[in-house]
């Protein structure tokens, strides 16, 4: 070996060695910053109870902006090769741009909800329609929850579901947690929060 | 035809390479193992975090000047605050104090609230960080700069105090507030499983397996309570002990027509 074989291996070792890291390296440091891909959301949220799958969209022609009244399509699937009926609960809540010195979201505040028995037939589509009796008010942000509620449980009261305690006290319970299949907004996008907050204070 | 220098090259050149991605690849790709959720009511503290917003020094300011003011000496207290000049104004309204300060400047806007940006995790073991685990995103943060940047904490504060902490991005919505530990438990309040429930995750038990497996405590997901943050209505006290805050006990403490009896009700057990 002489010294013209030296600076050749020497040579092509660098090059090799150089476009291998420069290919990888970029990978790697990526990897250890929060550029973890997370999994999607899912993005079209169902709930399923005693076999029926349920889902939520705004119905067609509803525009979901303040001072309109909403419609929304609750989608219903039996999965089941036999007929089934259950009882299902669309709530509409709605909470306020957060104070810029407030340390959690404002508490959401039920407008609207309504319960509906459902019957479908074997392997049965249908879809029905929801009207909330309520315009939609300005500047706030807005989620419609499905529930599967007790078939023989008393109707509740519109606007209340635990008779004579202020909406706003009621603690959070699972047994009353819906999904979440629908959420919308009527706060203007471009908007700062402090814009927001002279514009819905006081609550 | 190769000549055999150049097929040397090529093998001494790829085991370089080998070597050096091995050694950065140790350091970049690992995901460090993490220990149990920290306990809040064991051991004594020795590293804590705050923020400094001047907007909220109103709020604060007399907060702060309390609980720093009664930290001993071996207390080292992080600082995040959004430029280096409020951090000169944090430190002269703080006066004098035992504990250790320490800057962390993250050159955008966040909050005053640091207890929900992330939840600390122990090393899992001597050698590893410490992990902070932060939410999938903050709540309003489309429409809230300050909010926006909150979300960005973690990442500044492991870029300040570097391999002794790692930062880490959950997949699921929470503030840090929604849990609380102890030594062998985990509470999590239901509002956690509300924002993820058929958005992040399909079930409750998807949500409840992926909680245990971070947290390596039992959880206790709670099955009614006020829609706050944990430590708004309950603390741990050891020993399995846990206190909780019931309003509704203060009418059998005070008389009807005391000033107690009066003030309204913040709270329904």
């Known amino acids: 070996m002489n010294t013209k074989d030296l600076v050749t291996i020497t040579t092509v070792a660098l090059g090799t060695a150089t476009l291998t890291v420069a290919t990888f390296l970029g990978n790697i440091i990526e990897a250890g910053n929060d550029a973890n891909p997370l999994a999607p959301t899912i993005a079209r949220p169902e709930l399923v109870a005693d076999g029926v799958k349920m889902t939520l ?71 029905l329609a929801f009207n909330a009796a309520t315009n939609l008010p300005a500047n706030k942000a807005f989620s419609v929850s499905m529930l599967a509620i007790d078939p023989t449980a008393a109707a509740e009261g519109a606007g209340n579901l635990v008779a004579g305690t202020d909406p706003k006290l009621r603690p959070l319970s699972l047994s009353r947690l819906g999904v979440v299949g629908l959420s919308f907004s009527t706060v203007p996008k471009a908007a700062t929060p402090n814009t927001q907050l002279a514009q819905v204070l006081p609550q | 035809m190769f000549r055999w220098q150049t097929v040397l090259g090529v093998v001494l050149g790829l085991l370089t390479a080998s070597a050096i991605l091995s050694l950065t690849g140790n350091a970049g790709r690992r995901k460090p193992n993490s220990g149990p959720i920290l306990s809040e009511c064991d051991g004594r503290l020795r590293e804590l975090v705050i923020h400094y917003e001047p907007t909220a020094k109103p709020m604060v300011a007399e907060v702060y000047r309390d609980f720093l003011g009664a930290l001993e000496a071996d207390v080292t207290v992080y600082v995040v605050c959004p430029e280096d000049t409020v951090y000169e104004d944090f430190r002269s309204l703080l006066g004098p104090v035992k504990c250790r300060l320490s800057p962390i400047v993250a050159h955008h806007p966040i909050t005053t609230w640091s207890r929900d940006r992330w939840v600390a995790l122990a090393p899992g073991s001597n050698a590893e960080p410490t992990t902070l685990w932060m939410p999938r995103g903050e709540a309003a943060e489309e429409i809230w700069p300050a909010r926006a940047g909150d979300e960005r904490v973690g990442h500044d504060i492991a870029a300040t105090l570097g391999p002794a902490v790692h930062p880490r991005r959950s997949s699921f919505y929470f503030d840090g507030g929604d849990f609380l530990a102890d030594s062998k438990n985990v509470f999590v309040v239901p509002r956690v499983l509300q924002r993820n429930i058929q958005n992040t995750v399909r079930s409750r038990d998807e949500f409840l397996g992926t909680i245990a497996a971070e947290f390596k405590r039992n959880v206790i997901l709670l099955a009614e309570s006020p829609d706050h943050h944990a430590g708004m209505f309950m603390a741990s006290a050891g020993n399995n002990i846990m206190l909780v805050g019931d309003p509704i006990w203060e009418e059998n403490l005070f008389p009807s027509n005391s000033w107690m009896a009066s003030q309204p009700k913040r709270m329904a057990s």
């Open chain 1, 57 to 127: 969209a705004a119905s067609a022609g509803c525009e979901l902006k303040a001072g309109e009244a909403p419609a929304f399509d609750l989608q219903t699937v039996n999965t089941l090769d036999k007929p089934a009926e259950m009882r299902v609960r669309l709530t509409m809540t709605a909470v306020s741009p957060t104070s810029p010195l407030s340390r959690m979201i404002a508490m959401p505040v039920e407008l609207w909800h309504e319960d509906r028995t459902i019957t479908l037939g074997p392997n049965e589509t249908k879809t």
